[in-house]
């Protein structure tokens, strides 16, 4: 399984926050920036952090639980959005050209064939997860084979020599699977942690509740085996996601996390290893009703609040320009002897 993820040392912390006070400003006045500059000088052991080919991956599947009604869009929508990222006309495509981020695009399990193309990387587990209203989602050894997969994505974007990825999703369903982690992992009811995902109606969000409801019941398991939870609510895309955390955390990178799929994954690497929190940064605070609990389960708050419900990692696109914001400061900013400026 996945190497432990080193700690990260805070012996650098009185050094990095002495040349942040040390920059031409009043103490605190650039806010969100000083402690995000701080977090990735402590990720990166250094007090001139740096930012190295910043890349996105999408991953995509299908969820067996979409049949049963819980999405506005009808699951073929899953394989249709795939060919539209690969096209280049989905929302994380404008908005990573726009910053100068690279994409990759990851079939985990989508229910559906596609050609050889070279922005694709096939990694299909199976063609969707099975409906967890009757039956575990997937196996546990595919879940394993999920967790594998997303840590030899992130082996390859090490080699290519990035320190710093974000990770979204596309999967029909996978609000639901979403939900049913968050109610687990956070100890929350079902009620405080299912929203409209793309869309539902208030008569719709009643029913997508209890069908979560009756699955719940149904397989009635505590969170003290994440993997096992992952396996019977997640998605392959999840599964994924939740192993490239991890080992990108082992590597010592920056996550950026997106909304509230990303950050249902991010739960479960949390129940696997606490320490992936000190390597994340929350890109947002998503406008589906649980996102903001979960973050608030891990003392966490999303860097940018725009009401985004889109998912495809569009919020780790949005926020890019300000991390480098923060690490450019930190780097270029005067301090007040270089600028020969009176301090307090």
């Known amino acids: 399984m996945l190497d432990k993820i080193p700690s990260v040392e805070t012996g650098l912390r009185e050094a990095l926050l002495r040349k942040i006070n040390n920059k031409t400003k009043p103490a605190g006045s650039l806010g969100v920036l000083e402690k995000l500059a701080e977090k990735i000088g402590l990720i990166q052991q250094t007090l001139t952090p740096e930012l190295v080919a910043p890349h996105i991956v999408v991953f995509a599947g299908d969820h067996g639980i979409a049949q049963e009604g819980v999405s506005a869009f009808p699951p073929e929508v899953t394989y249709q959005m795939v060919l539209n990222f690969l096209n280049g006309g989905a929302a994380i495509n404008v908005f990573c050209t726009q910053n100068g981020i690279d994409l990759s695009v ?72 979403a939900s049913m982690l968050m109610s ?66 082992t590597r010592r990178m920056i996550i950026l996390v997106d909304g509230f799929i990303a950050t249902a994954a991010f739960l479960a690497a949390f129940e696997m290893d606490k320490d992936v929190l ?62 020969g400026v009176s301090n307090r």
């Open 106 to 177: 990851v079939d985990a399990g989508v229910n559906g064939d596609f050609e050889q193309n070279g922005s694709l990387l096939d990694y299909k587990i199976a063609p969707g997860t099975k409906s967890f209203l009757s039956d575990p989602a997937m196996t546990m050894e595919q879940c394993r084979q999920a967790l594998r997969s997303g840590e030899k994505l992130v082996n390859t974007l090490q080699q290519q020599g990035t320190n710093i990825a974000g990770f979204g999703e596309m999967g029909i369903g996978n609000t639901s699977s």
């Open 184 to 249: 687990i992992f956070c100890g929350l009811p079902l009620e405080e942690c299912v929203g409209s995902g793309t869309g539902l109606t208030d008569q719709q969000i009643q029913h997508k509740l209890s069908v979560l409801q009756k699955a719940m019941s149904f397989h009635d398991l505590e969170k003290d085996d994440p993997i096992q939870v992952l396996a019977t609510f997640g998605g392959f895309e999840m599964a994924m996601m939740t192993g490239a955390m991890l080992a990108a955390a």
């Open 278 to 339: 000190d390597y994340a940064v929350f890109s947002h605070e998503s406008a589906e009703q649980g996102h903001k609990k979960m973050l608030r389960y891990l003392n966490a708050e999303g860097l940018l609040k725009l009401d985004l419900r889109l998912g495809e990692g569009t919020g780790c696109a949005l926020v890019w320009p300000l991390v480098q914001s923060a690490v450019a400061f930190l780097n270029d900013m005067a301090s007040f002897e270089s600028a």
